[in-house]
């Protein structure tokens, strides 16, 4: 059985920093592509970034480029996303989600507001 578990989100001032974390549950970790998308109140999931079974390539929404960084550690089936210069904009419910299997987490909110 597959299952994601997310941790990590809060409330944080603007220009601040978090990292959040996906603890996957499930056979093979290490051989499939995850991903990170957010839902804002009032929008559609939109995809913030993504990462290779292995992590040698990543791709990001261009909204987070050069903010966000997405990282994998595969010995602890564990998918990360380390976020930096915050904006209210990046408000949202963040979700892990495991394309191979469409399996989502449960979601963790982050808060970007002083």
């Known amino acids: 059985q597959v299952q994601l578990v997310e941790s990590g989100g809060g409330l944080v001032q603007p220009g601040g920093s978090l990292r959040l974390s996906c603890a996957a549950s499930g056979i093979n970790f290490r051989l499939y592509a995850m991903q990170w998308h957010r839902q804002a109140p009032g929008k559609q999931r939109e995809l913030v970034a993504a990462?290779?079974?292995?992590?040698?390539?990543?791709t990001y929404a261009d909204s987070v480029k050069g903010r966000f960084t997405i990282s994998r550690d595969n010995a602890n089936n564990t998918v990360y996303l380390q976020m930096n210069s915050l904006k209210p904009e990046d408000t949202a419910v963040y979700y892990c989600y495991w394309p191979r299997y469409n399996s989502w987490g449960q979601g963790t909110q982050v808060t970007v507001s002083s």
């Open positions: 990462i290779t079974s292995g992590g040698s390539t990543t």
